[in-house]
């Protein structure tokens, strides 16, 4: 009877096997559409501060898109993040303290992170990410500036790709309400560049809404003839479905 039984339990198993086998490996996916309103920051290769405050940015924004994709396999994740903003406009900027400029812009900017993690900590409430991967930044920015009595046109591009290392997670806080934040560090054609982030999320249905703040800098070092560092930093709100 022992054997019977034993020989019954063993074949449930290796039948079920494949099964389980054929889920593990499956890609499961996050797509995270947002809008990032970041006042933009900056410090010219000649030492003075230019800013554009959240205002300026959503007065003067042509085009703006924005998103993430996240794919997972078991405890393996990749993501892509990115952001590209299209400003034509006339503007209105500090230029070091108490000069006042104006200056007729065209910018334009776009930014990806890519990386692959590794999810070592996993439980229906809690998430824990480590992950590594690059950075890359490109703008293109053209303006003539109006300072007191004089003019000058000025023209630049910077290109950076940096590699990073970082974590991302989220904690279940009740039923529908969860938070998520992310962190990393890195280097390379930047002398600096590092991120932090902050959101609480909103559970309807297979949705999460998600209102936040994002934080993103580069010390540019001598890879660029225009600045010296860039910043953006901001309010972030947006949607996430899982399929």
């Not at 590594?132 to 109006?146: E, I, K, T």
Request: a negative charge; glycine letters at 12%; charged letters at 15%.
């Amino acid at each position: 009877m022992k054997k019977i039984v034993l020989t019954t339990s063993m074949a449930a198993l290796l039948s079920a096997s494949p099964a389980l086998s054929e889920e593990t490996r499956q890609w499961d996916y996050r797509a995270f559409v947002y809008l990032w309103a970041p006042a933009l920051g900056g410090t010219t290769t000649t030492g003075q501060d230019v800013e554009l405050s959240f205002s300026d940015v959503l007065d003067n924004l042509e085009f703006g898109l924005m998103g993430a994709l996240e794919a997972n396999k078991g405890p393996v994740s990749l993501l892509g993040d990115f952001q590209y903003l299209d400003l034509k406009s006339g503007q209105n900027a500090a230029v070091g303290p108490g000069i006042p400029a104006t200056a007729d812009a065209d910018v334009s900017g776009f930014v990806f992170t890519g990386s692959i993690g590794y999810d070592f900590h996993h439980r229906p409430d809690s998430r824990l990410v480590a992950y590594g991967g690059f950075r890359y930044l490109g703008m293109d920015a053209a303006a003539n500036l109006s300072v007191g009595g004089g003019s000058q046109r000025v023209s630049g591009q910077i290109t950076n790709f940096d590699a990073i290392v970082g974590f991302r997670g989220s904690q279940r806080l009740s039923e529908k309400w969860a938070l998520s934040y992310i962190a990393d560090i890195g280097a390379g054609g930047s002398d600096l560049t590092w991120q932090v982030g902050a959101s609480l999320e909103y559970r309807i249905n297979n949705w999460d809404l998600s209102f936040g703040y994002r934080h993103m800098e580069w010390d540019l070092g001598n890879s660029s003839n225009v600045l010296s560092d860039l910043s953006f930093s901001g309010p972030i709100i947006g949607a996430k479905i899982s399929f």
